[in-house]
């Protein structure tokens, strides 16, 4: 989230944010209220990984697992500076040692396994830490029989992590498969943005695939494909609309429906 | 001998051009062949994604002629359409019926558009899906894949028609395809379009083709702030036969004379073979449900992390 502006009104200071879709300024407590979407013209902002546990989750059920796995530097892999120095960094300011949150927790009452993919963190990519507590929790939820839920919001591979990022797509997916012969439900959720290896893989694997409104998805970025076909793509090209009407997706929900349309499938459950 | 150079190969170049003009000077000749191992000898990464990409490299269409008998070509994925860019059929191997799959990447510029330079579309790998179960569920037949693609297609096209869900559906039912899966590296291996139909019991890789999660120019622009920097990138990437061996990616490097396969195509064509056969005699003896148990376990066991 950027840009949060400071207005000072006559006693008071307030924040404010301009909305990436209307533009219109919102005042962040409430918009904080709405989960994130802007109440004019339904702009979903992206979310963190906690407040995605916190709007899906029962207040106080969710029970971290796999904490302890962590990025590591498979390549010693140095562009503009040394990977491990980035991944250090992070940890060391942020709390994340990974793109992924995993654990345990209940959704109306119903026990579910939950991943969430942080953005936040080298915008979601697919590393090997991230490989790694997904598959765990993949056979945690077989194991628990637990509904697996995971929450996608990924730029695709971790670039940094080389060939060893690419084969995290075909472990994932050896995973779920292990979880679509004995597990139970696998619902996919879809947000802005999910892209590449992570579309590419467990993404597009659910039983059940969930998009978040307007969310931006695709496997090629649209740039790349601007670039490669030197066209102008549609307005709607690779938005949640646009897979849903091309067959790719089950529904779009709006994040503000979106713990009730999850909890009405999981009651559906035998 | 006449083959394009490659930018590395500037000193060979020349020897070849004094050939031309002194035909009759065999020193010249002894000359070129030592220069071509000094130069092959002490290769950089960035020459090695050259030589992988050289036009005149054997592609999988050339495997296919040289190693397979009574090759039948099977087309489309009954869905929308049939792509070129994966050819798929069934053949027979040192006698033996097996299934191959590959990316075409066409012998010259007319083939090369028409298969788009290798580049997938979803309808080829939803091809590549179903031949490879049409071959282990009725010709109980093990399948021999050829890696050879800059990635898949980055077009509207393939994205409305789901590439994404296409190569997401092959990498986890190829995990279910009961018969051995052998997967060859011959040139590109480039990222999820080559992984699309890269899931195997064993994967080898010729010494001078590559395997990457995002090409070195792609690499460079985004993380380098500069496609110029594609020769640092490439190193960084860890994308060389080698690397890929010291990280236990791949199984086997299969040998290439110096000079690179698109010199010595018998020879290479030969090298492949070899090492098809001896890994399709250890892996047509695994029980099924072994096969199958140790080919997740392959997957599942990739990854570098730490555990706190």
Redesign the interface.
């Known amino acids: 989230m950027k840009k949060i502006v400071k207005v000072i009104t006559k006693n008071e200071s307030k924040e404010w944010i301009r909305c990436n879709g209307c533009k219109k300024l919102l005042y962040y407590e409430e918009l904080i209220e709405n989960k994130k979407v802007c109440p004019y013209c339904g702009y979903h902002f992206r979310l963190t990984a906690k407040e995605r546990i916190e709007y899906l989750l029962d207040n106080g059920s969710f029970k971290e697992l796999f904490r ?5 530097d ?2 010693n ?4 500076e040394p990977y491990r120095a980035k991944i250090d960094e992070i940890e060391k300011n942020g709390g994340y ?2 793109s992924i949150i995993t654990g345990e927790g209940t959704i109306n009452g119903i026990n579910v396994a939950l991943g969430v993919l942080a953005f936040e963190y080298i915008g979601g990519s697919l ?3 991230m ?2 507590k997904l ?1 765990r929790l993949v056979y945690y939820a077989i194991e628990n029989n637990l509904p697996l839920i995971v929450v996608s919001a990924s730029g695709g ?15 994932l ?6 979880y ?1 012969k004995n597990g139970k439900l696998y619902i996919s959720i879809l947000t802005n943005p999910t892209y ?2 992570t ?7 659910g039983d059940i695939i969930i998009a978040e409104s307007k969310a931006m998805i ?3 970025g649209p740039r ?2 601007e670039q ?2 030197k ?1 102008k ?2 307005e709607d ?2 938005t949640a609309e646009f897979l849903l009407s ?3 997706v089950d529904m779009v929900v709006e994040r503000q429906n979106l713990k009730q349309e999850i909890t009405k499938l999981l009651e559906f459950l035998p | 001998m006449n083959t394009k150079f490659l930018p590395f190969e500037k000193d060979l170049e020349k020897i070849y051009l004094a050939m031309e003009r002194n035909p009759k000077d065999l020193s010249l000749k002894e000359s070129f062949n030592k220069t071509l191992k000094e130069i092959y000898s002490k290769l950089e990464p960035f020459d090695i994604v050259e030589i992988a990409r050289h036009p005149e490299r054997p592609h999988s269409e050339d495997y296919i002629q040289s190693l397979f008998t009574d090759f039948v070509e099977i087309h489309g994925d009954r869905c929308f359409g049939d792509d070129p860019s994966i050819i798929t059929g069934i053949g027979k191997f040192n006698g033996k019926v097996v299934g191959v799959l590959g990316h075409r990447k066409g012998q010259n510029l007319k083939e090369q558009l028409s298969v788009n330079f290798g580049m997938a579309n979803p309808e080829g790998y939803r091809k590549a899906l179903r031949v490879a179960k049409l071959i282990s569920e009725k010709f109980k037949a093990p399948i021999i894949s050829f890696l050879d693609t800059p990635g898949a297609n980055p077009t509207e096209g393939a994205e409305e028609r789901g590439i994404a869900s296409a190569i997401a559906t092959n990498l986890m039912e190829f995990f279910n395809i009961r018969t051995p899966i052998i997967v060859v590296v011959i040139g590109e291996g480039g990222s999820g379009g080559a992984l699309g139909i890269g899931i195997g019991d064993r994967i080898l890789m010729l010494k001078y083709s590559i395997y990457s999660v995002i090409s070195p120019e792609g690499c460079a622009s985004i993380l380098f702030g500069n496609a110029s920097k594609s020769k640092e990138a490439a190193k960084s990437l860890k994308l060389t036969a080698q690397d890929l061996k010291a990280l236990n990616v791949i199984d086997e490097i299969i040998e290439e004379p110096y000079g690179g396969a698109h010199r010595f195509k018998e020879e290479t064509i030969k090298n492949v073979g070899d090492a098809l056969e001896k890994n399709l005699i250890e892996l047509v003896k695994i029980p099924t449900e072994t096969l199958l148990h140790m080919r997740k376990e392959k997957f599942l066991k990739m990854g570098v992390y730490r555990e706190e």
């Open positions: 302890n796995i962590k990025s590591d498979p390549l892999f140095v562009d503009k040692s990974s590393g090997a830490a490989g790694e598959t591979a971790r670039m940094q992590e080389g060939i060893i990022s690419l084969m995290q797509m075909a472990k997916s050896a995973a779920i498969n292990d679509k590449g290896g579309t590419a893989s467990f993404a597009m694997l695709g496997f090629a790349v494909i490669t076909t066209k793509l549609k090209f690779q091309h067959g790719f």
